[in-house]
């Protein structure tokens, strides 16, 4: 079954997160708030190694990978923990989120992708609607219970991209599900997905609220990494508060971050910044010439991400218009490449 192979994973770790002190956010999403955090951590002098954040109906979630400025070791002093959590709650719950914020602090090494779809889970993002509308090709998820077999059958048509059927599935897993079978087929930028599945217990799906609930569980997770707007690429020499500059530069043009990945390496940060306007538009492209000449042209590029070709993937088999394939094979070969198992064959 392909979501026990979940339980018992190796992720496949970057060694450059190992000793680091993982600090975890979740809050209302709002524009400026990503300098905000950065700004914060600057002033603290801890240095952002890696990190990744998405959001999602108005709602933020950021894994950030953090070492000490001065000592370059894990931040362990206790008091200093305490004072950023602080801060980064004050940050987080704004005006209007005095519950919701929140901040965790560890020395743990996890899957970053896969806990920030538990976190974004946690924070019942799949029940809230979007301030925002970063996507407007959203997924169809339907659920019905086929009686003869008791199995429940959860049928997904939406956008292909590459690390979609990591997403269902870690969803799936998560909610306590388990899959027995299922099919993928594939034609042109399109995908149609069947998972047959079933309670831990071997039971189905027993009542419409679990279906619904089913529906908008896999809806968000298929949604919360199809950020939509103006990929920004930094490449530049890693230093002091350059996340919090670069990002404050974006709070002060208007731009909105909707997800961000980054990471350093041999002393160049290499990151990723996903930005619409302040309600989810695309970007002006003179802000954004003025944003890169801020930053500095060579090292800030932007590249267009139209809505035909959201995300390019390598295929398997490109010579025929669809394309059906059994979990058994195609799927397990995608979990051993994103690390999910060991072997797939």
């Known amino acids: 079954m392909i979501s026990q192979s979940l339980e018992t994973v190796h992720y496949g770790r970057s060694k450059c997160i190992e000793g680091l002190t993982a600090l975890e956010l979740t809050g209302t999403d709002r524009v400026g708030l990503l300098s905000e955090v950065f700004a914060v ?6 240095n952002v190694v890696d990190a990744k954040m998405w959001t999602h109906n ?5 894994l950030i990978y953090l070492k000490d400025d001065d000592s370059g070791f894990p931040i362990e002093d206790s008091q200093k923990l305490s004072l950023m959590e602080c801060m980064l709650r004050n940050v987080l719950k704004g005006d209007n989120d005095i519950r919701s914020a929140k901040t965790s602090v560890s020395l743990a090494v996890t899957h970053t992708e896969r806990r920030l779809h538990q976190m974004m889970f946690a924070d019942r993002d799949y029940e809230r609607l979007p301030i925002i509308q970063t996507c407007d090709d959203h997924p169809v998820v339907s659920v019905q219970n086929y009686l003869e077999k008791d199995y429940s059958v959860v049928n ?6 590459n690390k979609l059927l990591f997403d269902i599935i870690c969803t799936l897993t998560d909610m306590q599900y388990v899959i027995f079978h299922a099919t993928v087929d594939t034609a042109g930028d399109r995908a149609s997905l069947e998972f047959f599945i079933r309670h831990m217990d071997g039971t189905p799906i027993s009542s419409e609220a679990e279906k619904e609930r089913v529906i908008l569980c896999l809806a968000a997770a298929i949604e919360r990494r199809a ?3 103006v990929r920004l690429e930094l490449c530049a020499e890693d230093r002091k508060c350059l996340l919090a500059e670069v990002t404050r530069t974006f709070r002060e043009n208007g731009l909105n971050v909707t997800r961000a990945e980054i990471s350093t390496t041999m002393g160049i940060a290499r990151n990723v910044f996903y930005v619409t306007d302040a309600i989810g538009n695309p970007a002006d492209e003179k802000i954004i010439n003025s944003v890169r000449e801020k930053i500095g042209l060579s090292n ?4 267009e991400l139209p809505l035909k ?3 390019k993937r390598e295929r398997e088999d490109s010579t025929g218009g669809a394309m059906l394939l059994s979990l ?6 995608n979990l051993y490449n994103l690390g999910l198992i060991k072997s797939y064959s």
């Open 227 to 229: 950020s939509q707007g």
């Open 309 to 311: 070709h959201h995300q």
């Open 300 to 303: 800030l590029k932007v590249q």
């Open 41 to 46: 951590l600057s002033n603290l002098r801890c």
């Open 328 to 333: 058994g094979s195609m799927v397990r070969r």
């Open 156 to 161: 997904v048509q939406c956008k292909d991209r």
């Open 58 to 62: 108005g709602r933020i979630a950021s």
